[in-house]
């Protein structure tokens, strides 16, 4: 499956605000989205400078910034609308709240990985379990009250151990519960919109697919 390898912060650029892709990285790095407000590309500046930006302009770019936030590809994303568009409730809470279940992200903000792309990596290097049970699928959707923790043998990598110095950063999730000692921790429930903090207007993705 392709996945985009560059620079991430070439992504941020291109959606104009931080997506913190490089984890605690970006609250000490000083961020090229500060430096150069215009999208990458030797158009990038011509870009900035138009006036206005059709509806579905607005309603693509904030697809594109959901998926590269969660570092999903177009399939997955478009897989996880469809799933999510026929259960009840809003669709575009569903859809964030589908995303925020996956394993790779649930690693990341329980604090055991500095960024979803390392999540990934932990997962694929199967260093994570999922009710004692070696998971290697990130894509995995977890279900309230499952354990999620490191294995035995992996807790004391240098790259967990420094994630999980650095995760004290921000306030906890109400959704999860973790226990540092046992590098271990649980969902306690679906994610409500209101505690998931990413700065995302969902509901324009719902129109781009209701199209």
């Known amino acids: 499956m392709a996945r985009y390898t560059g620079p991430s ?7 104009g605000t931080k997506l913190f892709l490089k984890g605690t990285k970006c609250f000490t790095e000083k ?4 430096r150069r407000p215009y999208a990458p590309g030797q158009h990038g500046q011509s870009t900035a400078r138009r006036r206005k930006s059709s509806e579905y302009s607005k309603q693509l770019r904030e697809k594109q910034k959901i998926k ?3 570092g999903v590809s177009e399939r997955q994303f478009r897989n996880t609308f469809e799933r999510v568009a026929t259960l009840p409730g809003i669709t575009g809470h569903n859809l964030l709240a589908a995303l925020e279940s996956r394993l790779d992200n649930v690693v990341y903000r329980m604090g055991f990985a500095a960024s979803r792309k390392a999540a990934r990596q932990l997962i694929r290097h199967r ?7 070696t998971v290697d699928v ?7 009250g499952e354990e999620v923790r490191v294995r035995m ?4 990598m240098a ?7 650095q995760s004290t950063r921000g306030a906890p999730l109400s959704w ?7 590098f271990s921790g649980r969902m306690l429930e679906r994610p409500a919109r209101t505690s998931i903090p990413i700065a995302a207007q969902e509901q324009l993705v719902v129109e781009l697919y209701s199209k």
């Open 127 to 133: 260093h994570v379990e999922i009710n004692q049970k």
């Open 31 to 34: 961020c090229p989205v500060e």
């Open 176 to 182: 999860i519960a973790v226990d540092r000692d046992t």
């Open 153 to 156: 043998k992996s807790r004391e």
């Open 138 to 144: 990130p894509s995995y959707l977890v279900d309230p």
């Open 159 to 165: 790259s967990i151990m420094s994630a999980m110095d």
């Open 68 to 70: 590269r936030i969660y």
């Open 9 to 15: 912060c070439r992504q941020c650029r291109r959606e």
